[in-house]
């Protein structure tokens, strides 16, 4: 893909390592596993890299964070909440900016108690303070930031939130992430909060009257609004209510797999009758198909033909929401947390457990890998720019603020 400017910098090598903080080994950034892509000719892969370098190219949501590569550390890991960031994985992706929510995980779990405000603060602060001392990595707040990135080859960070259950009922915290640097914001991630339903919910009632009056906020701060983990109901009530148009960040179809994780047509439809955009996800044993049951690129890209299908391809991107370490084995870890049920929201037990996506195992490998399908399989320059980053920009050059 097109070089990058990375110097080599390694998460926080300012500080002293078991001195200032506990040292962990994490998972190899690239080549953990034998994830393989489409094999191109020498003239498909002169095209797909010439791609990269033509194109604006954006992952809409991805947690770039590095595991440790023994998960029995998992917990004492995540209490630390000073989370690495995969530089040398991203200098290889080719992404020019990346959807990063990097804010959810330690709120979720160094406390095991839910989304705290103080966490959401405490994780921003740690991987900013991060950011700061590195130039390849920038943060993003307007789209000319996103165009600089990509003019002088850094990775631009959009700061990211999948659900809004830490403003509690305060619409001024919304105001103060916004502040902060957050330009994407999830209404649910999964379970009820105080705005409205998620997809796990039994009996989704949908947007509550505090929801209206916070998507009519993130309308007025300038924030992009996603409901990839809302409840059909809840992300209905948003999509019509919201005054821009809003994102399905990282989700597919449930026509081709029956999932709550997954969208059904009426919602992806609306969606894109508002201008909206909807990225494909690819977190293990999500996007599957009947065609292509073990979970992999080919099954992602089924579900990727059927959206343009549906609803056209001015509306349809990629959010991978894959990161750097073993991705399976982290659902199993963190099981009883997503579900007190003990089982996967995305999982159904009627298939077969994969040991990671292949073709799409991290965010090192995941966009190099869905242009060279694209190419293969004929599209055209114009619509492979529009749906790995063009479709996204025309949308956040409506919704964010522009000075």
């Known amino acids: 893909m097109k070089p990058k400017r990375y110097d080599g910098y390694r998460s ?18 690239i080549g953990r596993v034998p994830s393989r892509g489409p094999e191109l000719t020498a003239a498909q892969e002169a095209r797909a890299k010439q791609l990269f370098a033509d194109h604006i190219v954006i992952s809409l ?23 690495a960031t995969g ?19 330690t709120a979720m779990v160094r406390s095991r108690t839910g989304w705290q405000w ?17 130039d390849f990595a920038i943060r993003v707040e307007r789209t000319a930031d996103i165009r600089h990135a990509h003019e002088t080859g850094r990775i631009g960070f959009v700061s990211s939130i999948e659900g809004a259950a830490m403003i509690e009922n305060e619409l001024d915290r919304l105001d103060i992430l916004f502040g902060f640097g957050v330009r994407c914001m999830g209404v649910c991630y999964s379970e009820a909060n ?21 998507v009519r906020r993130m309308n007025k701060l300038g924030y992009a609004i996603d409901v990839s983990h809302a409840g059909d109901r809840t992300s209905m009530d948003t999509i019509r209510l919201s005054q821009q148009p809003i994102f399905i960040t990282h989700a597919g179809a449930r026509a081709l797999w029956e999932s709550p ?16 955009v909807i990225g494909v996800e690819a977190a293990p044993h999500t996007t599957l198909s009947k065609q292509h049951p073990l979970h992999s690129l080919d099954s992602v890209m089924d579900h990727f033909e059927y959206l343009v299908g549906l609803v056209g391809i001015d509306h349809v991107t990629f959010g991978p929401d894959t990161l750097f370490g073993d991705h399976v084995g982290l ?5 009883g ?67």
């Open 87 to 105: 530089y040398a994985g991203l200098a290889a992706s080719g992404l020019d900016a990346v959807f990063d929510n990097f804010m959810d995980g």
């Open 61 to 83: 949501h991805e947690h770039t964070f590095v595991a440790p590569a023994d998960l029995s550390e998992f917990w004492d890991f995540r209490r630390q909440g000073r989370d």
């Open 118 to 134: 103080d966490d959401i603060i405490y994780d921003i602060g740690l991987r900013y303070s991060d950011l700061a001392h590195q």
């Open 331 to 335: 659902h199993h870890v963190m099981r």
């Open 337 to 403: 947390i997503w579900n007190p049920r003990g089982t996967s929201v995305a999982r159904r037990p009627d298939h077969e457990e994969v040991p990671y996506v292949d073709g799409l195992e991290n965010p090192a490998e995941g966009f190099p890998n869905i242009v060279r399908w694209l190419v293969l399989h004929n599209y055209s320059d114009t619509d492979i720019a529009k749906v790995i980053g063009g479709n996204t920009m025309r949308l956040l050059d409506q919704v964010w603020p522009s000075s």
């Open 261 to 276: 994780r997954l969208k059904p047509d009426d919602v992806l439809k609306a969606c894109a009758e508002r201008g909206g």
């Open 194 to 214: 105080a705005l409205g339903c998620g997809l796990r919910e039994p009996h989704d009632s949908g947007l509550t009257v505090f929801g209206e009056q916070a």
């Open 12 to 29: 926080y090598q300012y500080l002293e390592a078991d001195a200032d903080y506990r040292d962990y080994k994490l998972a190899k950034e």
